[in-house]
């Protein structure tokens, strides 16, 4: 008897809150959109989550997952929280390796990552003021923010890349929705 295929799991997503501080706001929205970015992908196969877009284009689903969980790295935890870790999937020689270097990549393991990186995140910033200035980080160290700018860009990548992520899954299966 043969295992049967690996899929994604689905998650489970809440609806964020009609009314709550901005605080409770900021993180129930940018969760919904983790986990629209997970439902996108729930039920896939690996090779299915590989699957490029329409040429010249590299976009897959599993580029976008290894992309945000950088970009989470990147925002919340080298900038919001100062910590040094490095950066996932980026190698010296391509800067887009998170969305390029698929072949070998595991995709449960990379989807397990971005759940771990999610949770890092999370911790982060819990108790931090939305109000506190931390120094950037790479090219522009004389560029400060503060942290409700983070969520801000967070809820604006998230939305931009779930934009993808819907036609990327509508021309896997036919999938639509939220």
């Not at 929205?29 to 039920?43: E, I, M, N, S």
């Not at 190698?91 to 990549?105: G, H, I, K, Q």
């Not at 506190?132 to 983070?150: A, F, K, Q």
Request: contains cysteine.
């Amino acid at each position: 008897m043969t295992e049967p295929e690996w899929t994604a799991p689905m998650p489970e997503r809440a609806e964020p809150d009609l009314v709550s501080t901005e605080r409770v706001a900021l993180d129930q929205w940018v969760d919904y959109h983790r986990a629209t970015l997970l439902t996108k992908c729930g039920g896939l196969t690996a090779e299915q989550l590989k699957r490029r877009s329409v040429p010249p284009s590299a976009l897959s689903l599993l580029g976008l997952v290894r992309h945000m969980t950088l970009v989470e790295r990147w925002w919340f935890r080298m900038h919001a929280a100062q910590e040094d870790v490095r950066l996932l999937y980026t190698v010296e020689e391509s800067s887009t390796a998170d969305f390029d270097d698929l072949d070998d990549a595991d995709a449960a393991a990379n989807l397990e990552a971005y759940r771990e990186e999610l949770d890092a995140a999370r911790a982060a910033v819990a108790g931090k003021s939305l109000d506190l200035v931390v120094p950037s980080r790479g090219d522009h160290p004389e560029r400060t923010r503060d942290i409700r700018w983070i969520y801000l860009h967070m809820l604006e990548e998230y939305a931009r890349h779930n934009g993808h992520a819907d036609l990327l899954r509508e021309s896997i299966d036919g999938a639509t929705g939220d």
